[in-house]
């Protein structure tokens, strides 16, 4: 398995750990359970690190993929500084969450807050994710963000979209 392709497995790790971290948190809020709401912290740190795999990953991919043909350099550059916006986040993300799992039992008056803005941290994180491997995708998926007339002209001239 090469660098691309670990990039290509792990960058989903991001997007779906925090949205699968939002929904344990909001229950664990709901239902008043210190053990979900501790699960969602952890779920968020493996997502965290997850992100910095894909990080690290993704200079390797690119050099292995920017000399394809059809390769949309600017998707390249686009995805690049979008995902070194979304890196810090989660890194944020991971910070806090590990800090409030490990003070949970110092920090039980201002759970609640803590939770919520750990909530709206995540959200923040899910949508730099989501839209980071959105623009991954248009490297080398042609079909994202555009037209089918559009795409079929590319296409049949062999150009980048």
Not at 95 to 118: D, G, W
Request: proline letters at 1%; charged letters at 15%.
């Amino acid at each position: 398995m090469d660098p691309a392709h670990v990039h290509l497995i792990i960058t989903h790790l991001p997007i779906f750990g925090c949205f699968l971290g939002i929904i344990v948190l909001v229950y664990g809020l709901w239902s008043k359970s210190g053990t979900t709401i501790g699960a969602a912290y952890l779920v968020f740190l493996v997502s965290s690190i997850g992100g910095g795999i894909a990080y690290l990953t993704g200079e390797s991919a690119e050099e292995l993929v920017e000399h394809i043909r059809g390769i949309a350099k600017d998707s390249i550059k686009s995805h690049e500084e979008s995902a070194e916006i979304t890196i810090i986040a989660l890194a944020v993300l991971g910070i806090v969450s590990t800090t409030a799992l490990a003070f949970t039992s110092r920090l039980k008056k201002y759970s609640n807050e803590i939770a919520s803005f750990i909530v709206l941290l995540a959200l923040i994180c899910f949508f730099l994710a989501a839209r980071t491997g959105y623009l991954g995708g248009k490297i080398r998926h042609l079909e994202i963000g555009s037209d089918q007339r559009h795409l079929n002209a590319k296409l049949k001239t062999g150009r980048a979209i």
